[in-house]
């Protein structure tokens, strides 16, 4: 796919390839044609033999400047002609992941991190991903550890009885909140990116609950 999109990009946004390619490619092929009388005058300049060979090697000057070029877009970490491709091959833009007034550095930013996700499976797994993406202090707890006795405020519960619930609670936030004496913590802080992804990588079957305190 990502060839396919280079040939066309290739011809609208033209061709940088190597410095002084395009002049060294005719003595290249010079180089392995025969040396007989009637190729004498192919290094001659001015001569109609070395205007022959300049002429058909222009096309192999043209193929390796886009070799060249496309060694540069296949490297993420470089590329520029081929970033959308290189987000489609990583499912991005995503419901949680935009590419909207993202600068290059950002977007490609965006496709290292996909490729570099590995499976989310543990309670550590979940906990690394949670402070990565939000800087924050993240402690996932499986649903039966919250719902069963003995129980500590704020209560929570479920009708599997926490069977296959996860509760995310996400510490160290700075939005305005305010606290009861009754340990009930109030406040309007979210973390939509989190939640997005979590939410995304969790069995259909498990629920999720954020408690930001």
Known sequence: MLGRVWLGTARLGGVRGRAGCASTMPDQLADHLPEG?????KRVAGTHMRALVG?????????????DQLDVELNIEQTDALIQAWETSVGLPSPCVS??????ADRRADVIARLRRTPVVTKAQF?????????LDVRVEP??????????????FSADGGRFTLYVYVTGHQ????????PVPLGLYRNPLLE?????ITPANVRLVFVYD
């Open 37 to 41: 009388r009637a190729w004498m005058a």
């Open 196 to 200: 997005c992804i979590f939410q995304d």
């Open 143 to 156: 649903g039966a550890n919250i719902e069963t006795f003995p129980l500590s405020f704020p209560l929570f």
């Open 55 to 67: 002429g058909a090697a222009a096309p192999f000057g043209l193929a390796r400047n886009l070799v």
């Open 99 to 104: 590419i909207a007034d993202k600068t290059l």
């Open 175 to 182: 939005s305005p909140h305010f606290v009861y004496d009754f």
């Open 127 to 135: 906990e690394a991903l949670g402070r990565e993406l939000t800087g």
